[in-house]
């Protein structure tokens, strides 16, 4: 089946725009995550779905992000104000749902450049 | 001190060698353990979970955890040099198991 998708695949913005990032996770999944990674390191967690609600969103930088799920399915990810400091790649993941801890599948990302 | 820490690398091993990484925790991780494989410019595929002290087996790939010494190694049998790659060890948290710590990576070069 088909893995997890993300949309667009670059993503390139002005400072002080306004971008949403998808993520359509794989079919079945109920859990949904979105991490960003920056160059070297490894992927930081920002936010994590159990179906509609956000279970965990302690990642969140600030309140220029916000991410929705509205039914349970696709989620967007949105950036208001964007900053030359928000540039790195988010990645989503997506998992069965069924206990803490389990694997969770990334999708390709979203590189996401601010200029 | 992080969550997850691994040695950034590289390490360089021979074709056919054994490749060790490794990676030590702190106590504000759960249980659960999990090793990504990143190509350059691709996103983390996963090569092994472990939730359980001792070894566990996948083809030439062996994790092995430590709980008392909190540490996770991956072992790479007959290094290839498709396994040239980044390795990230992730370990889910230990209040949110959902929410996944990540090392920076360690970076492999298996040389033909």
């Known amino acids: 089946g088909a893995g997890v998708s993300q949309t667009p695949s670059n993503k390139v913005t002005e400072k002080g725009k306004y971008v949403e990032l998808r993520c359509d996770p794989i079919?079945?999944?109920?859990?949904l995550y979105w991490y960003r990674q920056s160059l070297g390191q490894g992927p930081e967690f920002l936010i994590y779905?159990?179906?509609?609600?956000?279970?965990?969103d302690s990642g969140l930088p600030n309140d220029r992000f916000f991410a929705v799920r509205p039914e349970g399915s696709v989620s967007t990810l949105k950036i208001q104000r964007t900053e030359r400091g928000d540039s790195a790649v988010y990645l989503c993941a997506s998992s069965l749902g069924t206990f803490g801890g389990e694997t969770q599948y990334f999708g390709p990302g979203t590189r996401l450049l601010v200029l | 001190q992080k969550e997850v820490e691994q040695n950034s690398g590289p390490l360089s091993v021979p074709e056919g060698a054994i490749a060790s990484l490794n990676c030590t925790y702190s106590?504000?991780?759960?249980?659960?353990f999990f090793w990504y494989r990143q190509y350059s410019g691709k996103s983390p595929e996963l090569i092994m979970s472990?939730?359980?002290?001792g070894d566990k087996e996948d083809g030439r790939f062996t994790a092995q955890l430590n709980k008392a010494s909190q540490y996770v190694s991956l072992l790479i049998r007959d290094s290839q040099p498709s396994d040239s790659a980044t390795y990230l060890c992730?370990?889910?948290?230990?209040?949110?198991?959902?929410?996944?710590?990540f090392g920076s990576g360690t970076k492999l070069n298996v040389k033909p």
């Open positions: 079919s079945g999944h109920t859990a």
């Open positions: 472990i939730y359980s002290n």
């Open positions: 779905f159990q179906g509609t609600g956000a279970a965990d």
């Open positions: 992730a370990a889910g948290g230990l209040y949110n198991f959902n929410k996944f710590y």
């Open positions: 106590d504000r991780v759960s249980q659960s």
